[in-house]
């Protein structure tokens, strides 16, 4: 299903086609800007964007183009812009295209784009389109699946030692080696069990993905340790589940537990550049990487300052 925007300027119709009204993450769509005209449409110029096609955000579906719309939202361009124009039953048509996909659960307004036709500057309608999270369906009935097998026959238990002699001989000494290493356990001093409280847990983690180095491995590896490391520490200290969460959503949680914004934005750059290492939006340097990984530490030593 799509939805068309129509804008009637003189001479011209603008029209703005979006082929779906809503998309799950991560599922492409097609943003489609058109001109109709009775004459041939010359002097164009419009600017497309590049890598990345910013709308405005809605924490909540507006009524119109207009209301709820707050924060910019980044949707990545799959396929680069690109524009024709051809004749229709006597009519013009200048059609660009985009094809896009968003990360974040929203309701996003496209806003007017501009477009210069003749030296004069158009804008196009705004549109609206809604990315959603994948729906589990809690009344899916589970299947069972069932397996028929040979019946086996019975065999003594002779026959069964002499066939696996060597299992028991395995079993034997498994069963000596284990033995022995509890007595040897027993004969040593119990050492006391020193219990790290969360910030240690994850700086201490932080150092270890640190030295290892693995970032001249496998970049994007290094970027995901280091993202679920300070999600597992904000769900330790909230008491709250955020592994399965949109860095918008980590946000808005954030935000109910009276973070302040400065943290709050920093946490959002953290989990916004592991997102684009990961989907080879950004490679950067060793320096680059170790001045995200200090800034990781500080951020969790932050948060335990403020409840401590």
């Known amino acids: 299903m799509s939805i068309t925007f129509c804008t009637f300027l003189q001479a011209q119709q603008l029209d703005i086609v979006i082929n779906k009204t ?13 001109i109709k005209d009775k004459n041939p449409i010359t002097k164009i110029q419009y600017t497309p964007q590049l ?28 396929q680069p812009f690109h524009d024709t124009t051809y004749q229709v039953n006597g009519e013009y048509i200048w059609q660009g295209t985009y094809e896009l996909t968003g990360w974040d659960s929203a309701y996003v307004v496209i806003p007017p784009e501009s477009i210069q036709l003749a030296e004069q500057e158009l804008f196009f309608p705004a549109g609206l389109i809604g990315v959603i999270k994948p729906l ?14 040979s019946e086996i026959p019975s065999l003594t238990f002779l026959e069964i030692l002499k066939k696996y002699w060597w299992a ?18 027993g004969k040593k001093r119990d050492e006391p069990v020193i219990q790290l409280s969360f910030l240690e847990e994850a700086l201490l983690k ?47 949680i954030l935000r109910k537990h009276a973070l302040p914004e400065v943290i709050v934005s920093d946490i959002r750059l953290l989990l916004n550049q592991s997102d684009m290492v990961k989907f080879a939006k950004s490679k950067p340097d060793v320096g680059e990487i170790l ?12 948060i335990a300052q403020i409840d401590s």
């Not at 589990?136 to 097998?149: A, C, G, K, L, T």
């Open 168 to 185: 028991f001989a395995l079993a034997l000494i498994g069963l000596i080696i284990l033995v022995f290493l509890l007595v040897r356990k």
């Open 136 to 149: 589990v369906n809690p009344n899916q009935p589970i299947y069972d699946i069932r397996e028929s097998f």
């Open 206 to 252: 932080i150092k270890h993905l640190r030295d290892a180095r693995s970032y001249d491995k496998n970049l994007k590896e290094y970027y995901y340790e280091l993202s679920i490391i300070i999600r597992k520490f904000l769900v330790a200290h909230f008491k709250v589940e955020l592994l399965d969460k949109t860095t918008y959503e980590i946000e808005i």
């Open 22 to 34: 809503e998309i799950k993450i991560g599922e492409p769509f097609i943003l489609t800007f058109q």
């Open 291 to 302: 001045r995200i990984t200090d800034m990781a530490e500080n951020v969790l030593k932050k």
């Open 51 to 78: 890598n990345e096609f910013i709308g405005k955000e809605s924490t909540s579906k507006p009524i119109d183009n207009s209301q709820g719309v707050s924060t910019d939202y980044h949707f990545d361009i799959l």
